[in-house]
C-alpha cells in the first residue's frame, strides 16, 4: 500500500524531477481543484522546479491557465485550451447536481438567459470585471441578485461556456468572455473527451482505482468504465487486496524520503475517493482535506501560517513524534513555501505553538 502513495507522489511530480512551468503542471495533472486560490496556487507551484507565486498568477493573469467550474461541482484551475470538451463532457452533471439550489434561489432557464445577456454585454470588449462589478450591472439592467443566488448566476454562466476567470485586478479576481480570452480552444467528440480525461488521470494520479477515477471527474460510474476501457491498451494494472489500481508507465523502484506541506484540497488527498491509505490508522476522509503535513506519502500531521509585518509563521501540529531527520524536511518545506512568496517573508516555525527555530 504504501507504494502506491510514493508513486502517486512522483506520478504527481511532488517528487522526482519537478515540472518547468505553473502551466505544464496544470497540462499535466488535467485540472487542480482550486476553490482556495491561495491554496491551489502553492499546489501547482510547489510542483515545479522553482516554485514562485507570481509565476502562477502571470499564468493566470495571461489566460494560459483558467479558473472555472468544471468536472465535479467546484472550481478548478485548467488548462484555456481544454475548457471546451471539459466543460461539454462534465457540466451536464453539475447543472444536474446544482438544480435544487437553482429553484429554491429562483433562477429559472429565463432568468439565467437575462442575466448571460447582461453579463455578456458588461464584458465584450475585453472588460474584465469583478463578481462586485457583475453583480453593479446586473442591478443597473433592472435584475438585482446578490449573494448566493449570484454566485449561482456565475456558476451557470461559466458551465454554459460563457465566462471564465480573467486577469486580475491587484488582489480582486475578475471574469472575462471566454470567447474573447481563451484563445484556440480544443473541441473533442464525447468520446474522444472521456479517453483523453482518463489518460490524463491516471498518468498523473495513478494507481489509482476506477472508482477513484469517477469521483474526481464527476462523471457516472458507468462512463468511467467505459473512458477506462477506452485507453486500457495504454495503461497498466497492479491488484492489491484484490482492488484494481490502474496507472500509466514505470512503476519500479521508491523515491526518496520526502516531506510536503500539502494545502487544502491538494490533487495528492482530494482526487481520490478511497482516503484511507494516506493516514497510518484509521481516519474521517475529510481529515485529509486541509492543510497537511506529508512524510513519505503518509501524512502525519497539519499544518498552518500567519503572514504579517514581513514575518512568516508555520505551526506545525504533527500527530505522532517526528524523528530529527523528518523535522529537517518539514523545516525545508517551510523555508520553500516561504521562498515561493512575494516578498518573501522572514520564516518562524513552530511546534503545536513552540518555537523550533526563529
Known amino acids: 500500500m504504501v507504494s502506491i502513495l510514493t508513486h502517486r507522489l512522483r506520478n504527481q511530480h511532488l517528487v522526482g524531477p519537478r515540472l518547468p512551468t505553473p502551466a505544464a503542471v496544470v497540462a499535466w495533472l488535467g485540472a487542480v481543484q482550486s476553490q482556495d486560490p491561495v491554496g491551489a496556487r502553492w499546489a501547482v507551484a510547489q510542483r515545479t522546479r522553482t516554485p514562485s507565486e507570481a509565476a502562477v498568477r502571470a499564468a493566470l493573469d495571461a489566460g494560459t491557465i483558467v479558473r472555472t467550474h468544471v468536472l465535479r461541482p467546484t472550481w478548478h484551475f485548467v488548462m484555456a485550451e481544454d475548457l471546451r470538451w471539459m466543460l461539454e463532457l462534465t457540466a451536464p452533471r453539475i447543472r444536474n447536481a446544482a438544480a435544487a439550489y437553482y429553484r429554491q434561489a429562483g433562477l429559472t432557464a429565463k432568468v439565467f438567459a437575462a442575466c448571460h445577456a447582461v453579463i455578456a454585454r458588461s464584458l465584450e470588449a475585453g472588460r474584465h470585471l469583478t463578481r462586485r462589478d457583475i453583480g453593479a450591472a446586473l442591478a443597473r439592467a433592472g435584475r438585482p441578485i446578490a449573494g448566493q443566488a449570484l454566485g449561482h448566476v456565475l456558476m451557470q454562466a461559466e458551465l454554459d461556456g460563457l465566462i471564465c476567470s480573467g486577469a486580475s485586478q491587484g488582489l480582486q479576481a475578475t471574469y472575462a468572455l471566454v470567447g474573447e480570452w481563451v484563445a484556440s480552444p480544443r473541441s473533442l467528440t464525447r468520446d474522444e473527451a472521456l479517453a483523453a480525461l482518463a489518460e490524463r488521470y491516471f498518468r498523473s494520479h495513478g494507481p489509482a482505482l476506477v472508482a477513484d477515477f469517477a469521483w474526481w471527474s464527476g462523471l457516472t460510474a458507468r462512463d468511467a468504465k467505459a473512458a477506462v ?130
Open 229 to 358: 476501457a477506452m485507453v486500457t491498451p495504454a495503461l497498466e494494472q497492479r491488484v492489491v487486496d484484490g482492488r484494481a489500481y490502474w496507472h500509466r508507465g514505470d512503476t519500479a523502484g521508491r523515491p526518496a524520503a520526502s516531506g510536503h506541506l500539502l494545502p487544502n484540497f491538494d490533487e495528492y488527498t482530494v482526487a481520490y475517493r478511497d482516503r484511507t491509505l494516506l493516514w497510518p490508522s484509521a481516519r474521517p476522509s475529510m481529515d485529509a482535506l486541509g492543510n497537511v503535513v506529508s512524510l513519505n506519502g503518509r501524512l502525519a500531521g497539519f499544518w498552518s501560517r500567519t503572514i504579517g509585518a514581513g514575518r512568516m509563521t508555520v505551526d506545525i501540529a504533527p500527530e505522532r513524534e517526528l524523528t530529527a531527520a523528518e523535522w529537517r524536511r518539514v523545516e525545508g518545506e517551510a523555508r520553500r513555501f516561504a521562498e515561493y512568496l512575494d516578498p518573501r517573508p522572514e520564516l518562524r516555525l513552530l511546534e503545536r505553538g513552540r518555537p523550533r527555530r526563529s
